[in-house]
């Protein structure tokens, strides 16, 4: 097929075009930086611009949309343009292109209203209950995208969870800089499940999932590695791979959503240069269980992850040397 993949600079879209190189399709990307994959043709640009979108689509078969704004923090507007207004205006020229799929890379936070998940299925995408622009967003554009599902454009949407591997800038870094500094505390006893996605793993359900659209579409499709662990452990094994001193600060969950609330607030009136050092969502995700049952994922998709928890951690020390 020839794919078009949105945000190939980011580490997951990055590895979900090499994917698809390596699986024999021809691969174009969008972004407005060079995606630094080899075989790609990048076509630069924003998707909040109807030029760059519509010829990024011309003579395209399928579409994996990842490309959105990610932040703790941030104008409202800021998020709109891109995580909704961006997604319209692709789904749009897609369907004027002929494209025939879409797999629109979402996230379990569109569903998840701040109490634990536990075992729990996808659910249903809310933007007034998700928490955060990012995730009121999200959810709002998967809601878009779902609907756009039809009888020759097909729409699928999968939420790959908390996903992380080495280059990882989002989590993995950000663990191992506050750690490092002194600013990393562990809320509650850290004992709360979480699942999370090795980088490898959400590629392949995301490539899983254009191949089986078939099945997937119309559906809201979670992927983990299957394998919770508890938060304080995890951030440990993290610390260790890199190097950095485990927490040893501890704060109560409750208190740390309440600071968390305060300093969104702080934020909104007078922004940091960085992400804000807490947010009520980021305290919830610290602090309350979400893991997901599995196998309606992998049935759908006929795959399982294949690479491990414990193997990724190993390549995680492989990669900082530790």
């Known amino acids: 097929m020839r794919v078009l993949v949105t945000g190939a600079s980011g580490l997951l879209g990055r590895a979900v075009a090499q994917r698809l190189l390596d699986d024999g399709h021809a691969v174009r ?34 579409v994996v949309h990842l490309a959105a704004k990610v932040s703790f923090a941030g104008a409202a507007a800021d998020f709109e343009a891109v995580n909704v207004e961006g997604t319209r205006r692709l789904l749009a020229a897609a369907q004027r292109a002929g494209v025939r799929d879409v797999v629109f890379v979402s996230s379990p936070s569109v569903a998840h209203f701040g109490s634990s998940i536990v075992g729990a299925g996808a659910g249903t995408a809310d933007p007034v209950r998700a928490r955060g622009n990012y995730a ?16 020759g454009f097909r729409v699928a949407a999968v939420r790959p969870h908390i996903v992380w591997g080495p280059g990882d800038t989002q989590l993995v870094e950000r663990v ?42 119309g559906q809201a499709l979670v992927v983990t590695n299957g394998e919770p662990r508890p938060v304080g452990e995890l951030i440990q094994q993290i610390c260790a ?9 501890r704060v109560p969950g409750a208190l740390a959503r309440a600071a968390g609330a305060v300093v969104e607030v702080a934020w909104s009136v007078r922004p940091g240069q960085d992400e804000p050092p ?45």
């Open 29 to 62: 990307t969008l972004q407005r930086r060079s995606s630094g994959v080899a075989g790609a043709v990048d076509a630069l640009g924003s998707l909040t611009d109807d030029d760059a979108v519509r010829r990024a689509v011309r003579d395209i078969d399928a």
């Open 176 to 217: 191992l800089d506050r750690a490092r500094s002194g600013r990393l505390p562990l809320l509650g006893h850290g004992a709360a499940l979480i699942d999370t996605t090795y980088i490898d793993n959400a590629a392949s359900a995301i490539t899983a999932a254009l191949h089986r659209m078939d099945l997937a579409h």
């Open 136 to 151: 009121r967003t999200k959810a709002a554009a998967e809601l878009l995208a779902l609907a756009a599902d039809a009888p």
């Open 278 to 322: 807490m947010t009520r969502f980021l305290a919830e995700q610290l602090s309350t269980a979400h893991w997901f049952d599995q196998q309606h994922t992998r049935r759908v998709l006929d795959w399982v992850p294949e690479v491990s928890l414990d193997e990724g951690l190993q390549r995680l020390r492989d990669h900082y040397g530790a």
């Open 241 to 249: 791979a890199g190097g950095a001193p485990a927490p040893r600060l």
